[in-house]
């Protein structure tokens, strides 16, 4: 990267996670990126960035040729139709979690990325994390044998009642298009998918409203197969207090767990199939030794930064994207066959098609009788960065 080489950077949506974004920017701690526009609706939210240009249309930001590349920051629907203005301007883009809020607008928000010059990036910043990269390189070596079962229980997302009043678009099928799998879990099922691939089929329980006042998702457990007989179970909650973020692995080479900050695994000296069928006792299991990773507790990678200097890095010198925005239709699916097969009450193949999903979501906006209560944000305690703990 040349030292005087700069992407300038632009932010649609200041008034929460882009916020954070804004600040990593202007304290310098994306090398080669500056924060050189800010755009939002709320005239409040703008003032906060009296050093860098201000739109309150994210339209004629882009057309204004003062940005290389945009960060959206905004409410889940609108990654959709500002991703694909973004697009077609020619703009670098990179796009918060999730990247649309069902299957069919990731298809369409993914076609439009048709020039490959331009940069197209998702905020999967979990990916960056060394334990989670630890966990993906064994299972994708085969390190744990056939994978038989993953179980990964994630109930430490909770919320109170005064965080879904914060926003008027908090917690509604218009307004997020979801609950816990739309905001809370994107990354749980990114993750999910990048470390273990796409089941086949999916069938769940999602709880509406079942811990708060709200028309969304807020408890959901979910069953999954694959095609080689592995299955999995995935549990999230916002209801629940401490909560539990679990999950365990078992492979024919043995069992691992990554819980508190520590990855543990008990490797089997024998694989379990093998000892299945050549062991001759009748109770016997096969013998095990644990196995210790280098990993610092306290050491979850750079997170949104890393994401943001891939992202530039990739814009000035090619540099390969830890989160291409294309794979991030997968964790969106996973959501979407979860609420579907909810609301059959059956299993969901996958694929799936995204038009169904897509239909039964404009039907549960349309025939929407909930009143959302609503309080001033700015009364609450200002802990935004508690809400990170994938």
């Not at 994306?30 to 009296?50: N, W």
């Not at 280098?294 to 992202?311: C, Y």
Request: charged share 25%; glycine share 8%.
């Amino acid at each position: 990267m040349s030292e005087s080489a700069e992407v300038r950077f632009g932010i649609v949506g200041v008034g929460g996670m882009g916020a954070n974004h804004a600040k990593n920017l202007m304290n310098g701690k994306v090398k080669g990126a500056r924060l050189v526009a800010v755009c939002d609706k709320e005239a409040a939210h703008l003032a906060k960035y009296p050093d860098v240009a201000q739109f309150d249309d994210v339209e004629v930001m882009l057309r204004s040729g003062e940005i290389d590349a945009l960060l959206i920051a905004t409410p889940h629907y609108s990654h959709t139709t500002i991703g694909i203005a973004s697009l077609e301007a020619g703009i670098h883009t990179l796009v918060e979690k999730p990247i649309s809020v069902h299957k069919a607008d990731c298809e369409r928000l993914i076609a439009a990325h048709t020039d490959s010059s331009v940069v197209f990036s998702a905020m999967f910043n979990q990916r960056t994390d060394p334990f989670w990269q630890k966990i993906r390189s064994l299972v994708q070596a085969g390190e744990l044998g056939k994978i038989q079962r993953i179980n990964w229980i994630i109930t430490d997302w909770f919320r109170t009642d005064f965080y879904y009043s914060s926003g008027g678009w908090r917690a509604t099928w218009k307004g997020e298009g979801g609950g816990v799998l739309l905001n809370q879990c994107p990354h749980n099922l990114d993750l999910w998918q990048w470390m273990f691939g796409m089941p086949e089929s999916v069938y769940a329980d999602c709880r509406i409203g079942q811990y708060h006042d709200i028309e969304v998702e807020d408890e959901v457990t979910a069953y999954m197969r694959y095609a080689n007989g592995a299955t999995g179970v995935f549990i999230t909650s916002t209801g629940e207090a401490p909560g539990t973020n679990r999950l365990e692995i078992s492979g024919d080479r043995g069992r691992l767990v990554y819980e508190s900050g520590k990855l543990e695994w008990k490797r089997n000296e024998v694989p379990t199939a093998e000892h299945c069928r050549t062991n001759k006792g009748k109770f016997s299991k096969p013998s095990t030794w644990d196995v210790s990773f280098p990993l610092n507790p306290s050491n979850h990678g750079p997170q949104h930064v890393g994401i943001m200097q891939n992202f530039t890095n990739a814009i000035l010198d090619g540099t390969e994207l830890i989160a291409p925005a294309s794979e991030g239709i997968h964790s969106v699916e996973l959501g979407n066959a979860m609420m579907l097969s909810s609301a059959k009450q059956e299993w969901v193949d996958l694929p799936m098609e995204g038009a169904e999903y897509e239909t039964l979501l404009k039907k549960r906006i349309e025939t929407s009788t909930f009143e959302k209560k609503t309080v001033d944000p700015s009364e609450g305690e200002d802990d935004f960065a508690k809400s990170f703990n994938v």
